[in-house]
């Protein structure tokens, strides 16, 4: 057989020419969003005043199973895409596994993670439509990140509100989305008729992502051709990410490798999202028996104790209602240094097919998913960022168990970015004073107790 | 003709066998070392108690043009080699030039620039010689982020001595090593004879890179089974990066391409020396009549200002004496945030080229500098090391003269490496704070006072 390389890389004329949508293949599709006002299915003109009209097309698109990737998102991928794939042949030998391991790096570019390959397409659209504004919240910063160096590249005007904490605790996240050219305001601000409020109320409030998503739709509201974008959870994001799956089935076919179990780490669930559509479209139509795996934090358990209901994608309640597996919006995750999986929700899509029995889910606890960070870019030179760590560490475990079994097993994994700009965690991690929380069940009560009521 | 891709990606088969050796190629090699004692040629012998014997045959032979990388060194390299070599379109398009960009990026590692090329071969033979123990300085934080990636690899022992000031402002990159189970320790420090006794003479000094050389010197000869290691400078550093020269070449190779004018950063000048090898060495046999140019920060000019002369490579005038260019040990680099160029001399063999006329050097001011990273950043979406940016800033004025005269010259440059940990610079520069510093005549006087008298 033949050798199977260290890094797999695609040329560029093997980059997909389009997303695959996961939608059609699915037996049901997830339920349509709710207007919390009317208790109706949400129609393309509510949501037009909020998100650009291509996006809400994709939103809404249940029945294209392929999508196409314009020329000039493609030739913006080609700046950082195809993205390796790569066997962790150093990993397995330090693991003494008969497991074969891959892991889909997208941390190849300056932003760090995946969110980019979402950030292009949907700030391509937005120039399409003519518009010259966009607005968008942050938390850990990776998304605002990605999102700066797009509309640096495409010349569109772009407004972050970070999570004010953030701001404070990552200055250089805020310098590199200066440096492509955004607007970075620390939330909660005076910028705004809901900033405002709350600093009046909480003085010295430290803000939080649903405050500064409601600071930045307001903005996008009262703003000249402006539309507010998001960079998890929604269908159009799970979309773009599919570029990742297909890629890593691409380069696998080209070994002839099939996998066996296929894990992600999940917050919003776009990434995991993406990871897993090809394969999974496949396992939809009979056609394979992957066993997929979302890793997420003890500390934020969506999937493993969160309930599948009908819940808002903000702390602030005032997006549309989708049905998800959730916390509540109220639920408050507990400090924890993987910041872009604190979200009380999951993508509808992830959550459906969790639903239906299509994915396993684990939670992790931080100080074991340091470890197996640690471990990992000891053998494999990546320092990678805390999210992604999740999911090597199940991918260390079932490595592991393919030891003690003997088993061969095939296991993918999504390296989703690097940890460059979480090194605070790493610290504390190497200095033996990062602590693990785990919600009580009456913390998750509290959480559940925000759940709207709604019927539908 | 073939349209040539965003990226040129080489094909792990097609990763180098061997590092090319430029000494065979000159007319007359770099003069040898000195010994500050005897003020005779070094033999290997005099070097034996600080470096790896390999390391010092690597060092002394200016016979053998190629040297073989070890199987245990290219699959190191694997993980994150062959580099990528990028055809900059969207910067060409943004500066309307006729001339074809290309740049060889180094940063796709953790250690986030080329450095780690050397740093693996050194800890393999240090590995190799039955060593346990290493030491090295480190002032940016590259070169020992590097060396404890290998060293975490390899199962070696590391100390590094950090100057004391970039410790504290860049607490991150010692997190990093740290993480890779470095032990870094800030310099001076309790620790060594010299470092208490810089600590009695100056009770508050941040330290310096002579002093933190000095400190990891003692150390080695103190400490069984230990060596020093050097990360630049050196003509066996300047033989490990050669890496970059020889896939450059090959990539464009590939697709038809001469370049007319190769450019490189010169700090220690071990990328640069790397980068022009294999292209020099056609140079030397009359092959091709390629431009080089050296680029250097006005606020340290060893090439444009800097007297060819042999001089010691430290601060604390311990080491051989090099001839090279050099603005003397005692000279004191006002600040700037390439910590990376901040060096008083000039590798030996980039010297020897620059003085005999094969190469151009330029220097440049830092706001000219940063000018060109965030052009770069937000057309290339990859945020560049300040020290990189040197060389991207000649690359745009050369490009630029090309849109004047209508030239389609073919400019190649090298990436060494990213910006992730320099984000106080480009906050520094975006808000409008940062200064330019160039040396007056006297202050180089006063450096030019500290060359040590040799007779040879």
Not at 48 to 53: G, K, N, W
Not at 322 to 338: E, K, V
Not at 394 to 407: F, H, L, Q, S
């Amino acid at each position: 057989m033949t050798k199977i390389p260290y890094k797999i890389n695609l040329s560029e004329d093997e980059l997909p020419k389009y997303w695959q949508n996961i939608r059609p293949y699915m037996q049901e599709a997830p339920d349509p969003f709710i207007n919390p006002v009317t208790f109706k299915p949400c129609t393309a003109d509510d949501l037009r005043p909020v998100f650009c009209d291509e996006l809400i097309e994709q939103e809404l698109d249940n029945t294209n199973k392929f999508i196409e990737i314009q020329e000039e998102i493609r030739d913006f991928y080609k700046m950082y895409r195809p993205s390796p794939l790569t066997r962790a042949y150093n990993l397995e030998k330090a693991l003494g596994t008969p497991a074969e391991i891959y892991y889909k790096f997208e941390g190849t570019n300056t932003s760090g993670s995946h969110k980019l390959n979402s950030a292009v397409a949907q700030v391509y659209y937005a120039k399409q439509q003519g518009l010259t504004h966009l607005t968008t919240e942050t938390g850990a910063g990776q998304w605002g990140t990605a999102l700066s160096m797009a509309c640096g590249y495409f010349g569109i005007d772009l407004s972050v509100y970070m999570v004010k904490v953030s701001a404070e605790q990552k200055p250089y996240r805020k310098a590199v989305m200066e440096t492509y050219g955004a607007r970075v305001i620390p939330s909660p601000s005076d910028t705004t008729e809901v900033g405002r409020r709350i600093l009046a109320e909480n003085p010295g409030t430290g803000g939080s992502l649903g405050c500064a998503i409601s600071e930045a739709m307001e903005v996008s509201m009262k703003t000249d051709n402006c539309r507010y974008v998001l960079g998890s959870v929604l269908n159009h994001v799970v979309l773009h990410q599919s570029i990742i799956g297909l890629e890593t089935k691409l380069g696998l076919d080209k070994y002839g490798v099939q996998p066996d179990i296929v894990i992600g780490c999940a917050g919003g669930g776009s990434n995991l999202g993406g990871l897993i559509t090809p394969f999974m479209a496949d396992k939809l139509e009979g056609k394979n028996n992957i066993h997929f795996i979302a890793v997420e934090p003890a500390s934020c358990p969506s999937l493993t104790r969160g309930r599948y209901a009908f819940d808002f994608g903000d702390t602030g309640q005032t997006t549309p209602l989708m049905r998800m597996y959730t916390l509540g919006s109220g639920f408050m995750p507990s400090p924890n240094h993987s910041g872009g999986l604190r979200y009380h929700g999951m993508s509808p899509i992830v959550s459906k097919l969790y639903h239906d029995g299509m994915m396993e889910a684990r939670s992790v606890e931080q100080t074991k998913v340091f470890e197996a960070a640690t471990m990992f870019c000891r053998c494999e030179g990546t320092l990678p960022a805390p999210e992604s760590s999740h999911a090597i560490r199940v991918a260390m475990d079932e490595a592991i168990k393919c030891r003690e079994t003997g088993e061969k097993k095939v296991i993918v994994f999504g390296l989703t970015g690097t940890g460059y700009f979480d090194l605070a965690a790493y610290q504390a991690y190497n200095q033996g004073t990062m602590v693990d929380y785990v919600p009580t069940d009456e913390d998750l009560e509290k959480g559940f107790a925000t759940l709207p009521k709604v019927e539908y």
